[in-house]
């Protein structure tokens, strides 16, 4: 079945950097678009990154652009997001997600499967 | 920038009655709105794509309606595991970010 296992988070200090990493498993990795989706402490959804499914069209939320980076491995389907200059603000729950449909087919605005997601809590 | 207003932010209810969610957006989105199941300690789970497709695994007594600015999430016999958190989730083609909804609590008495 189609699966998304997050893996990278931890605690670190402001000011420093993680790299968060997503396997994928159960469908074709290089045909989907992949996102990835925050959750702080007793808060809702925030969309943090996008990177489509050749790896070439990147874009990010106001909130990490310059800090952050985006990027996908389609030889060992797997998704990245290198974190740089982190703050407290950044901790949270991290999702990394797929695009309801693939490439080349109609539109999808959804998001389905959803991984289990990693913390990240930034504290000195 | 797309902003979506969800209301009210905490509905409580008594198994069976009828729970009515609403999603507003700041401008005209289409149907590209979706909704999202969320319970304490879980993963979100789609529920409706498109604004009115039932996702596979959601009960029929879940639906969605609604294009445009205003869109409706109904809930129409509450159970008790419907109590969650609901989202409203807004994508379009370019540019490809994504917007969320600030959340609906469905506490069921």
């Known amino acids: 079945q189609v699966q998304l296992e997050e893996s990278g988070g931890g605690v670190v200090q402001p000011g420093r950097s993680l790299t968060l990493s997503c396997a994928a498993s159960?469908?074709?990795?290089?045909?989907?678009?992949m996102h990835w989706v925050r959750q702080a402490p007793g808060k809702g959804l925030e969309w943090v990154a996008v990177?489509?499914?050749?790896?070439?069209?990147?874009y990010y939320a106001d909130s990490v652009k310059g800090r952050f980076t985006i990027s996908r491995d389609n030889s060992w389907n797997t998704l990245h997001l290198q974190m740089n200059g982190l703050r407290a603000a950044d901790t949270a729950v991290y999702y990394c997600t797929r695009e309801g449909r693939a490439f080349g087919e109609l539109f999808s605005a959804w998001f389905d499967p959803w991984g289990q997601g990693t913390r990240v809590t930034v504290s000195s | 920038e797309i902003v979506l207003t969800q209301s009210p932010a905490t509905l409580s209810l008594s198994p069976g009655e009828r729970a009515t969610l609403s999603c507003r957006a700041s401008q005209s989105v289409s149907s590209y709105l979706a909704w999202y199941q969320q319970k304490p300690g879980q993963v979100p789970r789609l529920l409706i794509y498109?604004?009115?497709n039932r996702a596979t695994g959601t009960p029929a007594r879940f639906s969605g309606s609604g294009s445009g600015t205003d869109f409706t999430l109904t809930i129409s016999s509450l159970e008790s595991e419907d109590s969650a958190v609901y989202y409203c989730?807004?994508?379009?083609?370019?540019?490809?970010?994504?917007?969320f909804g600030g959340g609906t609590k469905v506490e069921i008495k």
């Open positions: 989730q807004h994508r379009d083609k370019w540019p490809p970010g994504a917007t």
């Open positions: 159960g469908f074709t990795f290089s045909n989907f678009g």
């Open positions: 498109d604004a009115s």
């Open positions: 990177v489509s499914n050749d790896g070439n069209t990147k």
